[in-house]
């Protein structure tokens, strides 16, 4: 039998057979940075991933799940074949570059208080990722960014992108973690469907005592949307479905507060906060029915 991996990579897959194979061929490229296995959790594609992986990637584990459980449900399903001492979990629409893994990997070597980091991806403009580290959504934090339409408090522009630092949050497209912390935690919360369940594990890890940092000395491309639908069409993809996608961040944000914040602000407060998320559930709900 082959040497028990270090790293396991998780890579979640819904319809997304082109960007699944541009990724795992980025990954081949690298199986000389790290001892790494990739598992690919296909939640119920019908566009022959699960049969491309197999065809043309014999060294992936699949795992085929008959429907699409969501993220949380998905990753974790895939987690109980993990084998590493550390876990990624990799998003289908992204590009790994060189150095990445080890770099990472090293990071967290030299750092046993750290429960988690990401790197920095980029966007196919080139941009940053902004989500790719974020604070909690508190009252303020959200009045800033959802109200005021300033997101700088949100997303971290106080701080350099090409700064090493401690954030709240990180995002669930590129997130390494040492698998005994997130058997601590309990790996994603499966109270969400979509969207909000890396906060609430980065909210878990930070809980736990551990920290949660940024290391963009190396990064990736993030192809960043494709896998929930945003840049398909109406033909393709149900109503129900995209309604589904289009209302699953305030969903989460509302799950996200009443577990976590709700009972740290005054009640008065958290009814407003839970008000104005209603209201934007509605407002998603009927741009997207008259889109």
């Not at 303020?140 to 339409?149: A, D, P, Q």
């Not at 698998?179 to 994603?188: A, M, P, Y």
């Amino acid at each position: 039998m082959a040497d028990k991996p270090e790293l396991s990579i998780i890579i979640l897959s819904f319809n997304t057979k082109k960007l699944l194979e541009d990724c795992l061929k980025s990954l081949e490229k690298l199986k000389d940075e790290v001892l790494f296995e990739v598992i690919v959790a296909d939640n119920g594609s019908i566009d022959s991933s699960f049969k491309m992986v197999k065809e043309k990637f014999s060294w992936v584990v699949l795992l085929g799940n008959k429907e699409n459980l969501g993220f949380a449900k998905g990753n974790n399903a895939a987690g109980k074949l993990c084998q590493g001492k550390y876990i990624l979990f990799l998003n289908s629409d992204t590009i790994v570059y060189k150095g990445v893994l080890k770099e990472s990997v090293e990071f967290l070597e030299e750092r046993a208080d750290v429960g988690a980091m990401t790197c920095k991806l980029v966007l196919a403009d080139g941009k940053i990722d902004k989500d790719i580290r974020r604070r909690f959504p508190t009252p303020w934090v959200s009045f800033n960014r959802l109200v005021l339409g300033n997101g700088r408090l949100y997303w971290y522009e106080d701080i350099s992108e090409n700064k090493i630092h401690e954030v709240d949050a990180i995002q669930g497209a590129y997130f390494l973690s040492p698998k005994k912390i997130l058997d601590q935690v309990g790996w994603f919360s499966e109270d969400y469907f979509l969207d909000g369940e890396d906060i609430d594990l980065c909210w878990k890890i930070r809980a736990a005592g551990y920290k949660i940092y940024y290391y963009p000395k190396v990064k990736m491309l993030h192809l960043k949307g494709v896998s929930k639908g945003k840049n398909e069409t109406k033909k393709k993809v149900p109503l129900a479905l995209r309604l589904k996608f289009k209302t699953a961040s305030v969903n989460s944000m509302e799950i996200f507060y009443k577990k976590w914040l709700w009972k740290r602000y005054p009640l008065a407060l958290s009814l407003i906060v839970l008000f104005a998320l209603k209201c934007l559930k509605a407002i998603r709900f009927i741009k997207t029915v008259f889109s």
